[in-house]
């Protein structure tokens, strides 16, 4: 089958870019911000964001509580908006992501965290928008401009900047390093052939998507995208939140697609795709150690988040000739715009 060109398929061939263009946009702002949050550690970040970067925050959860130790809570922005709440963030990281930096509700909580006290930073891919002039530090995405609705290139920025941060906060060499080879390894993920996915979700109704660790976050982000993109429905869950209960949902035309990270968490996560197996499901796996037609290929692993943003970059690259597949244009999904506004 031939699929169209997609303005969302160019713009994630450009996402090795905007990480390389990140290598010199953000030593200095990350020097200055880490020096702060070292001169009085905080004992909790908030961060506040929506859709794709309410995913990207879940990454950040992952790398801050896994490489620092230090507690990562999602703020809900209506305690502010709608119920005049203030919270009692002195001393305290806020974290802000927004790919517009628009968003009414990410504003007005994130001047109320900078009033109550908090460090205040954010990740967006417009350095002048009014969001990051609320704040005392703005990390760029530099994913230049990005036009198709569905967010491709600057959620995968966005993971790279928080694992940036995390990197130089907890001086994990490791993570530096990968981060250097993550723009050609996005290259390279974004040639991987994902389409055995594309003849078994062309016809489905509904599946699921299933990570931890690192790839909690890409699970939760590919469920987004096939809503957005086929108006498919998709729930994410972890691999242990999918035993309590989910599991009742496996059937054998019920699509399962887990993301297996490469860390500690893949044994338990790989068993888990073989009991699916087991009962029958219709399982697709990246990185896994499953038989075709579920395997998906994936990279030689590398470093566990960064192979975990590699996952979704090939994802996407299958997404939208998914889309083509079930007639529909990916780069302008029906409800939606680039820039959602709320309160």
Not at 248 to 261: D, E, K, M, N
Not at 274 to 285: N, P, V, Y
Not at 295 to 314: G, K, N, R
């Amino acid at each position: 089958m031939t699929f169209p060109e997609f303005q969302m398929t160019a713009e994630l061939r450009t996402a090795p870019e905007a990480v390389r263009r990140q290598e010199k946009a953000l030593p200095g702002v990350l020097a200055a911000l880490v020096a702060q949050l070292r001169r009085k550690p905080p004992q909790v970040v908030v961060t506040c964001a929506r859709g794709s970067s309410a995913h990207a925050a879940t990454f950040g959860k992952h790398l801050i509580e896994r490489y620092l130790g230090v507690v990562v809570a999602a703020a809900a922005p209506s305690v502010t908006t709608i119920y005049h709440q203030r919270l009692a963030l002195d001393g305290q990281f806020f974290l802000a992501i927004s790919q517009s930096g628009t968003s009414g509700d990410l504003i007005e909580q994130t001047v109320a965290a900078r009033d109550s006290g908090a460090v205040t930073a954010c990740i967006t891919n417009h350095a002048e928008s009014e969001l990051a002039q609320c704040c005392e530090f703005v990390l760029p995405m530099e994913a230049g401009p990005e036009l198709s609705v569905p967010a491709t290139k600057t959620f995968i920025a966005s993971l790279a900047v928080l694992a940036r941060l995390t990197a130089l906060w907890a001086e994990h060499e490791a993570l530096a390093g990968a981060l250097q080879r993550l723009p050609d390894r996005l290259a390279a993920a974004s040639e991987l052939d994902w389409r055995n996915l594309i003849g078994a979700l062309t016809g489905a109704a509904s599946l699921v998507t299933i990570g931890r660790g690192p790839t909690l976050a890409i699970a939760r982000e590919a469920a987004l995208k096939l809503k957005e993109t086929s108006g498919l429905h998709a729930e994410a869950f972890s691999a242990a939140e999918f035993q309590h209960g989910p599991i009742a949902l496996v059937a054998s035309q019920y699509p399962i697609v887990i993301f297996t990270p490469t860390d500690a968490a893949a044994a338990g996560t790989d068993q888990l795709a073989h009991d699916l197996i087991a009962k029958g499901a219709a399982l697709f796996s990246a990185g896994s150690n499953v038989a075709p037609p579920g395997a998906l290929e994936t990279l030689p692993a590398d470093q566990p988040e960064t192979d975990a943003i590699c996952q979704i970059q090939s994802f996407y690259g299958m997404v939208a000739r998914l889309a083509a597949a079930r007639g529909v244009n990916a780069d302008e999904p029906r409800h939606l715009q680039k820039i959602t506004r709320t309160r």
